[in-house]
């Protein structure tokens, strides 16, 4: 069995002001990820498994594909 990892993270408008005020984390500027510093700073995220294809938002255009395709599972 394979399991692909992929994330997305969503943070509501209160912790994004925390978020910017905390300094960065050894873990953090090490393995170059965001979500290190949320972790090491004390805070929780909740992690889910879905059972469909992930889409990579790498491009501008990308936004637009994901956005129709949300559209079409009626989750926007």
Not at 24 to 29: A, C, G, I, S
């Amino acid at each position: 069995m394979m399991i692909l990892h992929s994330s997305g993270q969503s943070y509501d408008s209160k912790f994004l002001k925390i978020y910017s005020e905390l300094a960065p984390t050894p873990l953090q500027l090490e393995e170059d990820l965001e979500q290190l510093k949320v972790l090491e700073n004390g805070y929780k995220m909740k992690v889910i498994k879905v059972d469909h294809d992930a889409h990579g938002v790498d491009t501008p255009e990308d936004v637009g594909k994901l956005e129709a395709l949300m559209r079409e599972r009626n989750l926007v």
